[in-house]
């Protein structure tokens, strides 16, 4: 079946300017999950959706940062007046959630870049 | 929350030898997986063990947990060049829903 794609692949932007990251997480799976990866790091947590329960925003690094899942499905991740140093991949993943943490289907990220 | 750290950071091998990481945890665990990432992209489950299981096989890759050290290893038997990529362990962390991510072990496979 088809996994988890993330729109666009890449973007590029100016300082300054908003984006918007759209994520199409697996059929049925009912846990999201949003991370941001700097060049040659491991993966820092944003946000984690999971059902129609509220979302965990604790890894969002500051209030430019918000993100929406609509009908239980797609997720879009918005970046307001974006900085420099918000240039990364940003990956998002999608489980079933049958226990605490199920395998985690990674999209292909979206790679932005902040002139 | 905790990240799990990865050793060696990187790893050059020739193609056909052994290639083992290591991934060392703080918090205690109700499981682990290893991830490998291609080129900077999305990550691709490799393995996941349950903090009750000790070792655990998969075609050339073979995982070992010891929870009184808390550290696992991942080691790729006979590798190939496509093995070329970086490998993450991600660890809950005690339960947590957010799966806790080491900074990776990049893994070079020369032909």
């Known amino acids: 079946g088809a996994g988890v794609s993330q729109s666009p692949s890449n973007k590029v932007t100016e300082k300054g300017k908003d984006v918007e990251l759209r994520c199409d997480p697996i059929s049925g799976h009912t846990a999201l999950y949003w991370y941001r990866q700097s060049l040659g790091q491991g993966l820092e947590f944003l946000i984690y959706?999971?059902?129609?329960?509220?979302?965990?925003k604790s890894g969002l690094p500051s209030d430019r940062f918000s993100a929406e899942r609509t009908g239980g499905s797609v997720s879009t991740l918005t970046i307001q007046r974006t900085q420099q140093e918000d240039s990364a991949v940003y990956l998002c993943?999608?489980?079933?959630?049958?226990?605490?943490?199920?395998?985690?289907?990674f999209g292909p990220g979206t790679r932005l870049t902040v002139l | 929350s905790q990240q799990g750290e990865e050793d060696p950071q990187a790893l050059s091998i020739q193609e056909g030898e052994n290639a083992t990481m290591n991934c060392s945890y703080k918090t205690s665990i109700n499981n682990l997986q290893w991830y490998r990432q291609n080129s900077g992209r999305g990550l691709v489950h490799l393995i996941l063990i349950r903090s009750n299981e000790r070792e655990k096989h998969s075609g050339r890759l073979r995982v070992t947990l010891d929870t009184s050290k808390k550290s696992s290893s991942l080691l790729i038997t006979a590798s190939r060049a496509a093995d070329t990529a970086s490998y993450f362990c991600a660890t809950d962390d005690g339960g947590s829903y957010i799966p806790t991510f080491g900074r990776g072990t990049s893994l070079i496979v020369h032909p």
């Open positions: 993943a999608s489980s079933s959630f049958r226990t605490s943490i199920d395998t985690q289907y």
């Open positions: 959706f999971q059902g129609n329960s509220a979302p965990d």
